[in-house]
């Protein structure tokens, strides 16, 4: 299904970046630790810079970076990978597929986050495909996003097993599964990775390291124009809004992810990894009305999910990927989706 969008919202596709918060957050751990080396782990969040716990904030540890950058181990580059530095998933798939997506309503991050990545990631699949005889590669973008990466078209057209495939800009497309489904690809015959997911594994295993850095959109009707950031991940939303804030309305509202099923989040939102977009959105007035049971929401929904039963029967359904869609077709303005995933946010 396609998503309306407001075609007045603007986003540079030129990446910028913010590398040097003062401040970053980590999830509190039992002991506070004396010195967080970057790369720490904090219940599986890596600490993307250096320096001294300097307070708490409800469930984080402050951390004050110390701009050494410091690491207790250096990874090292490899010069060559090896099968052993995969688990056995690659074995017997015919294609790789890598996903340059974003579901998120005004987002670009995956297909910003493949052009300027470009080289590694085809030199890393060449590698990829001889040692798992993988036969072909597909990159699929969005054939609205074609301009940002235009300039990579030779660059992959050196590699005779990658393609790219340019499909309409439809949601949930940014899901791999729905994404296979798209190509006529059969699960079992390909493994297919979002840009994002790529990068880390691309990262772990050439360099030994973890990607201490994220790409996140800022964008949204209540923006002259949105942006897309390198920023250091687990820092505060307002630092990253500071970058932006000349531009903005004085009335707004923000959302973290998706418009679909994102949350309201205020200024102290911590950006974690699995925040790709931000929206910044003109504040609207939503009256819920009395449901007409015209049965759009039962129609829309790819899971086959009847979330009209779920609000009569005050129950969820675990079947429910959250993807919005109900409450987004509602004439009525009721929040199905809240109901079927029991979100009480
Ligand atoms: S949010 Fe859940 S119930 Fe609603 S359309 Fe999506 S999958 Fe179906
Ligand atoms: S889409 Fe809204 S109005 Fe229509 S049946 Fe579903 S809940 Fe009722």
């Not at 986050?113 to 590694?120: A, C, M, P, T």
């Not at 790409?215 to 949204?220: A, F, K, M, N, Y």
């Amino acid at each position: 299904m396609k998503i309306e969008k407001d075609s007045s919202v603007k986003i540079s596709p030129v990446l910028e970046e913010f590398l040097d918060p003062a401040f970053i957050y980590v999830p509190k751990a039992l002991v506070v630790p004396k010195y967080v080396f970057k790369g720490q782990s904090f219940g599986g969040v890596y600490s993307s810079v250096s320096g001294v716990v300097v307070g708490e904030e409800k469930d984080f540890f402050v951390v004050q970076n110390d701009y050494r950058e410091k690491r207790k181990t250096l990874g090292e580059k490899k010069s060559k990978i090896l099968k052993n530095d995969f688990d056995s998933r690659f074995k017997d798939c015919k294609y790789i597929i890598i996903n340059a997506i974003n579901d998120e309503v005004y987002a670009i991050n995956r297909v910003v986050g493949l052009k300027v990545r470009i080289e590694e990631i085809l030199e890393f699949l060449d590698e990829i495909m001889q040692l798992f005889d993988v036969s072909k590669v597909i990159i699929a973008i969005k054939s609205i996003d074609m301009e940002i990466v235009e300039d990579c078209l030779d660059i992959v057209d050196a590699y005779s097993n990658v393609s790219i495939s340019l499909l309409d800009d439809k949601y949930l497309l940014g899901r791999n599964e729905f994404l296979l489904r798209e190509l006529n690809i059969r699960d079992n015959e390909a493994m297919c990775f979002l840009v994002d997911d790529f990068l880390k594994i691309l990262d772990e295993v050439k360099y030994g390291r973890v990607c201490d850095t994220m790409l996140v959109t800022i964008s949204g009707d209540a923006l002259n124009e949105g942006k897309i950031f390198r920023i250091k991940k687990n820092i505060k939303l307002k630092d990253i809004l500071d970058k932006v804030r000349d531009s903005l309305e004085s009335s707004y509202v923000l959302v973290a992810g998706n418009l679909l099923n994102g949350r309201v989040v205020s200024e102290d939102f911590i950006i974690a990894d699995d925040v790709l977009s931000i929206h910044v959105m003109k504040k609207k007035e939503f009256r819920t009305q009395k449901c007409i049971k015209c049965g759009a929401c039962v129609d829309v929904c790819p899971v086959g999910v009847d979330p009209l039963r779920c609000l009569l029967e005050d129950k969820s359904d675990k079947r429910c990927i959250d993807c919005g869609l109900c409450s987004y077709v509602c004439p009525s303005y009721i929040p199905l989706r809240n109901w079927v995933t029991k979100d009480e946010e």
